[in-house]
C-alpha cells in the first residue's frame, strides 16, 4: 500500500487541517527524517499553498485549526502549532501539549520566532528564499567529501533551509542531499 493511499484511509479523504475533501495529496512535514506516514500529512491544495507561501495567507481559510490542533496524529498537531504561530494564535498555542521532541519538530522551521529573532535566507540577489523554494546553482560547485562537482545552471528543487544558519540551504543535486551555500544560488 502506497503512503498517499494510507494517509487518505488515516484521514477518511479529508483534509487533516481544514476538512476539504478536494484537491488533497500527501505533504511532508519538514524537516523529514523517514519521509514516512509519521512524518506526512494529507492536506488540501490550499493548505499546501499558504503553508509554502505565507505571502498567501488567509485567516478565515485556517478557522478549524482549532479542531486539528487535537489530532492524535502528531504531523498534524505539528502543522496546526505552526500555523497558529503563524497567525498569532497565541491563545490556542498556549492550550497545545506536545512533547519535547513533537515541539523542537515543530519549532524547526522558525515558525515561533520573533520576527526580529528569525533568521532569513536570501540568495545571491537579495530573494527571500523559502523552504520548498527551487533555486539554480550561479557557479561550480564542490561538493566537500566527494568527488562531485555541482555545475553552474543546476536547478535545485524543493530546497530545505538550515534554521540556524542563514547562509545555508540544503537540496539535492545528481541524487545527493548536500549543503550549498546561499550567496550561491539564485532563486527561480
Given at each position: 500500500?502506497?503512503?498517499?493511499r494510507e494517509?487518505?484511509?488515516?484521514s477518511?479523504?479529508?483534509?487533516e487541517?481544514?476538512g476539504a475533501?478536494?484537491?488533497?495529496k500527501?505533504f511532508?512535514?519538514?524537516p523529514?527524517?523517514?519521509g514516512?506516514?509519521d ?9 499546501i ?5 505565507p505571502?498567501?495567507m ?18 498534524v498537531?505539528?502543522v ?20 519535547e521532541?513533537?515541539l523542537?519538530?515543530?519549532?524547526a522551521?522558525g515558525e ?7 533568521i ?6 537579495g530573494?527571500?528564499?523559502n523552504?520548498?523554494?527551487?533555486v539554480v546553482?550561479i ?6 567529501g566527494s568527488?562531485?562537482v ?6 535545485v ?8 544558519n542563514?547562509t545555508y540551504?540544503?537540496?539535492?543535486v545528481?541524487?545527493q542531499q548536500i549543503v550549498i ?7 527561480l
Open positions: 500500500m502506497n503512503l498517499e494517509l487518505n484511509k488515516r477518511n479523504g479529508t483534509c487541517l481544514c475533501t478536494e484537491n488533497l500527501q511532508d512535514v519538514l523529514t527524517r523517514k514516512d506516514m512524518e506526512s500529512i494529507y492536506a488540501c491544495a490550499t493548505c499553498d499558504q503553508i509554502e507561501n505571502d498567501n488567509d485567516a478565515n481559510h485556517w478557522r478549524l485549526l482549532n479542531d486539528s490542533m487535537w489530532s492524535e496524529h502528531i504531523p498537531q505539528v496546526s502549532w505552526r500555523m497558529l504561530n503563524r497567525l498569532k494564535n497565541h491563545e490556542l498555542v498556549e492550550q497545545m501539549y506536545l512533547d521532541d513533537t523542537e519538530w515543530a519549532k522551521t515561533a520566532d520573533d520576527d526580529e529573532n528569525k532569513i535566507h536570501r540568495d545571491s540577489n530573494v527571500i528564499l523552504t520548498g523554494d527551487s546553482l557557479k561550480d560547485l564542490k561538493v566537500k568527488s562531485m555541482a555545475k553552474q545552471g543546476t536547478a528543487r524543493n530546497i530545505r533551509l538550515d534554521h540556524e542563514e540551504i540544503e537540496g539535492r545528481d541524487g551555500i546561499t550567496a550561491y544560488v539564485k532563486k
